[in-house]
T-cell receptor
Framework: KNQVEQSPQSLIILEGKNCTLQ??????????LRWYKQDTGRGPVSLTI?????NTKSNGRYTATLDADTKQSSLHITASQLSDSASYIC???????????FGQGTTLQVKP | NAGVTQTPKFQVLKTGQSMTLQCAQD?????MSWYRQDPGMGLRLIHY???????DQGEVPNGYNVSRSTTEDFPLRLLSAAPSQTSVYFC??????????FGPGTRLTVL
């Protein structure tokens, strides 16, 4: 069964600290992997998209990595800010039909 | 560009009522999708469309209908609302496998 598992489920860090969120997937075939940020009460917003051949991709303070061999991805947030408090969702695209498989998300809370 | 717009933002229905959730995009995207998001679960695909006149079922299509008569609009119809359809509904659009843009969501409660 195609699945996307994220860990941890929730995380609390202090402002200015770094953190890493994990994503494991069992989706096949694989087209690309995406990370989204979803603020409370809003729709998800795309952070990064990585294809099979890409190992890392950055978007400002967000850096995503992909290991297609082990089917693992991580999202690293550097120098966290209060505005980083949100849910971070890992999504795997299994092909070109528009069907995306979403993880449950990691809820990050950044405290001052 | 307004991006992806959804109406209404909030809706309360009684069991058995029908309604249509509206979704529109002004980015000329061919791909449009409807998702529902429930607490503790990832977004689940209800229906999607790869272009005007073409629709297909996603993971949880039962109880919902869609149509795509224009590139811009992709309405979702609830045929006979049930409490299990209480959820937050998101519409999204994209150009191929590029970045997907989501609307602000519709919060639906079925009593």
């Amino acid at each position: 069964k195609n699945q996307v598992e994220q860990s941890p489920q929730s995380l609390i860090i202090l402002e200015g600290k770094n953190c890493t969120l994990q994503c494991n997937y069992t989706v096949s075939p694989f087209s690309n992997l995406r990370w989204y940020k979803q603020d409370t009460g809003r729709g998800p917003v795309s952070l990064t998209i990585m294809t099979f051949s890409e190992n890392t991709k950055s978007n400002g303070r967000y850096t995503a990595t992909l290991d297609a061999d082990t089917k693992q991805s991580s999202l690293h947030i550097t120098a966290s800010q209060l505005s980083d408090s949100a849910s971070y969702i890992c999504v795997v695209d299994s092909g070109n039909t528009g069907k995306l498989i979403f993880g449950q998300g990691t809820t990050l809370q950044v405290k001052p | 560009n307004a991006g992806v717009t959804q109406t209404p933002k909030f809706q309360v229905l009684k069991t058995g009522q029908s309604m249509t959730l509206q979704c529109a995009q002004d980015m000329n995207h061919e791909y449009m999708s409807w998702y529902r998001q429930d607490p503790g679960m990832g977004l689940r695909l209800i229906h999607y469309s790869v272009g005007a006149g073409i629709t297909d079922q996603g993971e949880v299509p039962n109880g919902y209908n869609v149509s795509r008569s224009t590139t811009e609009d992709f309405p979702l119809r609830l045929l006979s609302a049930a409490p299990s359809q209480t959820s937050v509904y998101f519409c999204a659009s994209s150009h191929g496998v590029d970045t997907q843009y989501f609307g602000p969501g519709t919060r639906l409660t079925v009593l």
